[in-house]
C-alpha cells in the first residue's frame, strides 16, 4: 500500500466503482486540493484506492481558529478495511503534508459516538482539548451534487504537537 496526495489523472480511477456519495466527495475533494486549500490524500493498494483523508490547510471551525490560528485539520478519514494500518498511514501522511506546511501542530473533530475512531486518534497521540465541543456541520450530497441530508454531529476536538 502506498499513500500520495492526489494527482490530476487519479479522479478517473477514483470515481471508478465509488458508491454514488463517494463519487462528489472525490470532485470536491479534488477541487480543494487543485485550489490549495487542502491535500487530498489518497491510499493505493496497487491501482485501487483503499483509503482518503483530507488535510485542511486551515480548520472549518471558527472556534478552533479563534483560539488556536490557521491550524490544519485531517477530516474524512476513510478506509476500505480496519485494523489494517490503513487508517494509521493515511493520518501518518497528514501529518508528514501538515509539517511541509510549517505546521506544529494540527487537529481533528471525531464524533461522540466514534469511539474506534477516538481510540485510534488517541492510541496515535492525539488528546481533547480545552475548549469544548464542536459541532461539524456538512452536507452529505448524491454523486449529481444533490443534497441527500444535512448534518449537524456533535464532536470532540483533538490535537496533537508535530514534532
Do not use: Q
Amino acid at each position: 500500500m502506498t499513500v500520495r496526495p492526489f494527482g490530476s489523472g487519479d479522479l478517473p480511477r477514483l470515481l471508478l466503482g465509488a458508491r454514488p456519495r463517494d463519487r462528489f466527495h472525490h470532485r470536491e475533494r479534488a477541487r480543494m486540493h487543485e485550489r490549495g486549500e487542502a491535500t487530498y490524500l489518497i491510499a493505493w493498494d496497487g491501482d485501487v484506492p483503499c483509503g482518503r483523508v483530507s488535510l485542511f490547510h486551515r480548520s472549518k471551525y471558527e472556534r478552533v481558529r479563534e483560539v488556536l490560528g490557521d491550524i490544519p485539520e485531517i477530516n474524512a478519514l476513510e478506509a476500505t478495511s480496519r485494523g489494517v494500518g490503513i487508517g494509521s498511514r493515511l493520518i501518518a501522511s497528514a501529518e508528514e503534508s501538515a509539517r511541509t506546511l510549517g505546521a506544529t501542530r494540527m487537529g481533528l473533530a471525531v464524533e461522540h459516538g466514534n469511539g474506534g475512531a477516538r481510540r485510534l486518534y488517541e492510541r496515535l497521540g492525539y488528546v481533547e482539548w480545552e475548549h469544548g465541543d464542536v459541532v461539524d456541520r456538512w452536507v452529505e450530497r448524491d454523486g449529481d451534487g444533490t443534497v441527500v441530508r444535512e448534518h449537524a454531529d456533535l464532536c470532540s476536538y483533538l490535537v496533537r504537537r508535530l514534532t
